[in-house]
């Protein structure tokens, strides 16, 4: 029993002596020791890894963190300026195009879009651009590849890209990007992107096709599903002449007609550089099943190369050895100066050393942990997290007053994309009409209805104020959007005291009434009018479906939800059987025309299955979109869009709904953070002051030690009666308790 209480006490006393030892990093960091004092920004990602970071398939927002730090586009964005402007990245320049009429005869710049007959793209690359090290561009002494072919068995312990010892480099070629265009239309890639891009470069559509019979006779004899396949070389024709390279740093593109948003494809991922010798490297037998590729390790000339990919549990970025260094941009909004966004105006960046993705697959932990400081940004291509802490913050003083303790940043921005209700142009009731009377009618229920929904108090309700009602399609940081209340639908609202103010619904029933419904009945039979609402998912019960019938019952609508499931909904649309719907668009692109296509007739969902999903058609909407097509930016081309929207807002095929907001969430130790849907590869700009974050930390996490000393007290407290019961029996003898003074004891004893 004495030998157990000895050890109660030893390891009480260890436990106490361990914990309070631990003093170098918090006892709960994820982290090792000393690595949140490093030049590494911490973030997450969600539910699984990224599934392609090769750009000829990478079109997910969860993948835009990679792929965008790791290849260069011929173009980019600027970091800060608003609206968004186009820069070159591995181009030197922004380079106009030359302009040919069918006989090959230079037009000048300012000639009729319908007089051009092809655009010639001349973009310098520039010089001395190089490539990430990668064992693809390793050699030996003598000149041979290091690592083709791989001989038999030498791929047997490789699984990461690091298992290769061996790298290499070379500079960037036109012939690079070359090769990019090219992969494009390969049926090994199955790129997203290679119909729009067939449809515009001469030739590509052509050269798709060579290239299926090409691949189908490497196939010839293998069995279905097979992984290892010859490799399909395409430097092995002169490929198309819609993408050639001049010489070594002079790339030509060539585009059917006039496409001035063409300039915005190359500032997309998807036109990336793809060294022909990466390509080789991942095509050789074994490199499927060992999960290499470009899909999984990409090989770029960015600002940052993927150093470690633990699929679902961690990948690392690390700085380019390789990389020349961009300057950070010294222009900006007129708010960036005062926020501390230009303080690094003209520095080479990137600024960090590694960027660490851990994998979160629940909101809580991630929440959490960012609270705790153990991530920089919960998620770099996400906003939601910063808009729900704004929520937050809203609601609760109690976590407001947390986050101003914690010093984060919670900047928001309005995305460049829009939720919109749309009325099926199909439709008899609120569509277009048959009739000219008919379709006066109509347009005034489609006003009326436009006019009732109050969208400022469904941003206020189910949008958390994290939006802005939007007047019409173009949205902020686009070129032809205008600021209320120069932009206001002046058919929804009024100038009052210099600020836009929805029409009473006074209005609204008077345009209900001449549109044939006085209080919401059929003039004519006193039937009720009953609109539908065809919706994804839910039921009628559902707290939106609620608010919607309360807006429609205003002026006496009735309004009935037809709710389904995905597919049937898409089937409705696909067919033009939805009567009022609710739908999104984000942009690829920042410009008027990616929003206003989607009101194009040509464009209509039923009748050609395009993306103009509520069949809309108005002849000289559609003239004004043709001539809109053919316009570089400037006064003449937002003079068209003003035009447009003015058509829009008088036919009223949408209600415009809202642009929604995305926020930012960044610890106080973060800089340079800008929350931006266009802008994709802002780790470049991103900097961290480690030294602050490890001090915020340790105050944050400071461990409790009154827990403990109470752990110990009570122990201590539990053990005591048994000490004192052990020391009793200690004293028993034979005969009974030994006295307490023993010398009295033995004289006693001695006399009898």
Request: charged share 20%; net charge negative.
């Amino acid at each position: 029993m004495g030998a157990w209480l000895q050890r109660m006490s030893m390891v009480v006393l260890v436990s106490v002596l361990t914990l309070t030892g631990c003093t170098r990093d918090p006892i709960n960091s994820p982290y090792d020791t000393g690595a949140l004092s490093k030049n590494t920004l911490y973030t997450a990602f969600v539910r699984q890894s990224p599934k392609y970071l090769d750009p000829a398939r990478s079109y997910s927002n969860d993948e835009t963190p990679f792929t965008y730090n790791i290849y260069e586009p011929l173009y980019g964005y600027q970091y800060l300026k608003r609206p968004y402007e186009l820069i070159p990245r591995a181009a030197a320049e922004i380079t106009p195009p030359r302009y040919l009429d069918a006989q090959g005869n230079v037009l000048p710049a300012d000639a009729p879009g319908e007089q051009i007959a092809e655009s010639v793209y001349d973009i310098p690359i520039r010089h001395g651009i190089l490539f990430q090290p990668h064992p693809a561009f390793a050699r030996e002494t003598d000149g041979r590849d290091s690592y083709f072919p791989l001989r038999q068995g030498e791929l047997d312990d490789k699984f990461y890209l690091t298992d290769f010892p061996q790298t290499g480099t070379r500079e960037l070629t036109a012939n690079d990007y070359v090769y990019g265009f090219r992969r494009l239309a390969s049926p090994r890639v199955a790129s997203p992107i290679y119909s729009l891009m067939a449809d515009h470069i001469i030739g590509m559509q052509d050269y798709g096709k060579r290239l299926q019979q090409r691949d189908a006779e490497l196939r010839k004899g293998l069995p279905a599903g097979q992984r290892d396949l010859p490799w399909l070389d395409l430097r092995e024709d002169d490929g198309f002449e819609g993408v050639q390279a001049v010489d070594e740093h002079t790339l030509r593109i060539r585009i059917k007609g006039k496409y001035p948003q063409f300039k915005y494809w190359l500032a997309m991922t998807f036109t990336a550089p793809i060294p022909w010798e990466a390509d080789r490297f991942y095509s050789q037998p074994g490199m499927a099943a060992h999960d290499l590729s470009l899909n999984t390790w990409p090989v770029g000339t960015g600002p940052y190369m993927l150093v470690e990919s633990l699929q679902n549990r961690r990948h690392v970025l690390a700085r380019n050895p390789n990389f020349r260094g961009e300057p950070y941009p010294c222009e900006g909004e007129p708010t960036d100066q005062a926020r501390g966004l230009l303080a690094d105006c003209g520095k080479p960046t990137p600024f960090l050393d590694h960027i660490v993705f851990n994998i979160e697959k629940e909101a809580l932990p991630l929440t959490g942990k960012f609270m705790q400081g153990y991530y920089d940004i919960p998620q770099v291509e996400r906003g939601e997290i910063g808009v729900a802490m704004l929520v937050a913050a809203g609601d609760s003083p109690d976590k407001a007053k947390t986050y101003r303790d914690h010093g984060i940043q919670l900047p928001t921005t309005i995305e460049t994309s829009i939720w919109y209700m749309g009325f099926n142009w199909l439709d008899p009731v609120v569509g277009q009409g048959d009739t000219p009377e008919q379709q006066a009618k109509n347009r005034k229920l489609r006003q009326a209805i436009s006019i009732a929904f109050n969208w400022e108090e469904y941003i206020a309700v189910f949008e958390n104020d994290q939006a802005v009602a939007a007047n019409g399609p173009v949205p902020p940081g686009v070129l032809g959007y205008r600021e209320p209340p120069a932009g206001i639908n002046r058919e929804v609202y009024d100038i009052v005291d210099g600020k836009p103010k929805r029409k009473p619904l006074e209005v609204a029933k008077q345009l209900l009434a001449e549109a044939g419904y006085p209080n919401g009945r059929n003039a004519q039979t006193g039937a009720p009018l009953i609109l539908y609402y065809d919706a994804m998912t839910g039921g009628g019960s559902n707290p939106m479906f609620d608010w919607m019938r309360r807006q429609m019952a205003q002026i006496g609508i009735q309004l009935d939800i037809r709710s389904t499931d995905y597919g049937r909904f898409q089937d409705k649309m696909q067919r033009g059987a939805a009567q009022i719907f609710f739908w999104g668009w984000l942009a690829d692109y920042p410009d008027a025309e990616n929003f206003l296509f989607l009101l194009y007739g040509p464009n209509g969902k039923a009748k050609h299955g395009g993306e103009n999903a509520a069949n809309y058609t108005n002849a000289e909407f559609d003239q004004l979109f043709e001539q809109l097509k053919y316009l570089d930016d400037g006064p003449e081309k937002v003079a068209v869009i003003d035009r447009m929207q003015a058509i829009v807002q008088r036919d009223a095929p949408w209600m415009f709904g809202y642009f929604p907001m995305s926020g930012g969430a960044y610890q106080q130790w973060v800089g340079n953070a800008k929350p931006t849907q266009m802008v994709r590869n802002i780790l470049q700009y991103i900097k961290i002051d480690p030294a602050l974050r490890v001090s915020k930390i340790d105050e944050w996490n400071t461990p409790r030690w009154w827990p403990l000393w109470l752990l110990v007290i009570v122990v201590a407290l539990a053990i005591w009666p048994s000490y004192v019961a052990l020391k009793r029996r200690e004293r028993q003898t034979a005969f009974g308790s030994r006295p307490v003074t023993p010398t009295v004891q033995s004289s006693k004893e001695s006399q009898s």
